[in-house]
């Protein structure tokens, strides 16, 4: 601690202030400071923090040099190295904690205390802190093929997730080899989130393997559910029917994604099916009139998609009365305008205020991940600019359009990326000179890499 003695005792001189004087500013009892001072006691990060104070310098100011002291240029120890992590993480330190564990992992001393705290980090949304423990956990462990590493993986895996397409695709790809090898009912959270980042980045093939893959687990959890002791800990987030439920869920929207609706209403009436269940406990019905609330809006939903122009007023009903829904409820009426030529314009006067909060901070995104919410946001100004266009209202149809390729191409989705030029290309003579003038701009921005 040569280092952070020294700044003490060149802020007492500077300050004139003697020992008893400044133990009592930092609260620090006088013999505990001296003994610190002399280097005869180690400083604790409770006590770090009241000289820093003490000093009037900013948290966290010593946390540097704290840390090549005492764990990279000393022997460390748990005792110190836990709340050193856990305070670091609170002020953002993400730097600091890198190289004093990347250094700590060497020798595989804390590997168990590290998953630990890294868990603890994650369950308070420190997740920043929580990925860099997880990445030295896994990377430790990588030979060990265990039960704990492939947990490491899954939240790296929750943790990487980003707006981009490429990332995602990555990280699935990364994690997928992991599943087995964790807890059976942890699986069945593991393989949801999978699912769903593959249904984000519509690689539908993907989805609806996995998808069977849930139901056929899940299905085997709740033939074994009535043998386990009752007091035995749940370790799934949801109850075990939700995923046989959602597993069904997603196949029907993967029929529904290629028009197949006789199959998707198929597979609708099978969750349906499955949520009726007896005396369900209060989480259970909350769970229950989730997918009933879906169920209806997907009655509707595929009959809007078949053309039936009636039911247009009873799903606008619908995603009123469910804000989160509205977004991609109004992709839906716009995409069935789109095909079947029907005039919504009085749909779009009745959303205008929740269209006109789309691209702010107020925008409800319950039910989405960023990833998921930033391709419905995509989809909706692309169906937009393609209603308005047929409308022959190109300069609303071309506003709409240049907000969809800056979107898509921001999140470096190449295939949105194209539609959005071709759909340019094809009514291009309709753009004004400002309009002209930001798509130069933002083609400009493109890369090769994004195509």
Wanted: proline residues 2%; glycine residues 4%.
């Amino acid at each position: 601690m040569s280092n952070i003695r020294s700044y003490i005792e060149s802020h007492l001189k500077n300050k004139g202030y003697k020992l008893q004087q400044f133990s009592e500013i930092a609260d620090i009892n006088v013999g505990t400071l001296s003994a610190i001072i002399k280097g005869t006691r180690l400083i604790s990060m409770n006590q770090l923090d009241q000289i820093t104070s003490a000093m009037d310098l900013e948290q966290g100011y010593f946390c540097d040099m704290y840390g090549v002291e005492c764990f990279i240029e000393s022997a460390p120890h748990w005792r110190r190295l836990e709340p050193f992590i856990y305070r670091c993480a609170e002020l953002g330190k993400l730097d600091i904690i890198q190289q004093v564990i990347t250094h700590v992992t060497d020798d595989q001393s804390y590997i168990d205390e590290l998953f630990d705290v890294a868990e603890s980090l994650y369950s308070k949304s420190m997740n920043e802190a929580a990925l860099i423990l997880y990445e030295c956990v896994a990377d430790s462990e990588k030979y060990q093929h265990s039960e704990r590493l492939a947990l490491c993986q899954y939240r790296i895996f929750l943790l990487h997730k980003t707006q981009s397409k490429l990332d995602n695709l990555n990280a699935a790809v990364k994690f997928e080899p992991y599943i087995d090898k964790l807890n059976e009912e942890v699986q069945l959270d593991a393989i949801k989130d999978l699912a769903n980042v593959y249904c984000a980045i519509h690689l539908w093939d993907k989805v609806d393997a996995w998808s069977r893959e849930l139901e056929r687990k899940a299905e085997f959890q709740l033939t074994i559910l009535s043998r386990r002791r009752k007091y035995k800990k749940r370790l799934t987030v949801y109850p075990l029917f939700t995923y046989a439920a959602y597993a069904n869920l997603m196949i029907s929207t993967v029929y529904e994604t290629g028009r197949e609706y006789d199959k998707a209403i198929k597979y609708m009436q099978k969750y349906m099916r499955i949520i009726e269940i007896e005396n369900p406990t209060q989480e259970d019905q909350e769970i229950i009139d989730l997918f009933k609330k879906w169920g209806e809006g997907n009655r509707l939903l595929y009959q809007l998609m078949l053309g039936q122009e009636n039911v247009i007023d009873s799903y606008m009903d619908y995603i009123e009365n469910n804000p989160s829904e509205i977004l991609a409820g109004l992709v839906n009426i716009l995409q069935s305008a789109n095909q079947y030529s029907f005039n919504i314009d009085y749909a779009l006067i009745r959303f205008e205020n929740q269209i006109k909060l789309i691209n702010t901070d107020m925008h409800n995104k319950s039910g989405y991940n960023d990833q998921m919410f930033n391709r419905v946001h995509q989809e909706f100004y692309y169906e937009l600019a393609r209603y308005q266009m047929k409308k022959r209202n190109y300069s609303f149809g071309m506003d709409a359009l240049l907000i969809c390729l800056e979107l898509s191409s921001s999140s470096k989705d190449d295939l949105m990326c194209i539609k959005c030029l071709d759909l340019y290309g094809e009514y291009r003579s309709e753009a004004d000179e400002t309009q002209m003038k930001k798509y130069k701009n933002i083609i400009e921005k493109l890369s090769t890499p994004t195509f």
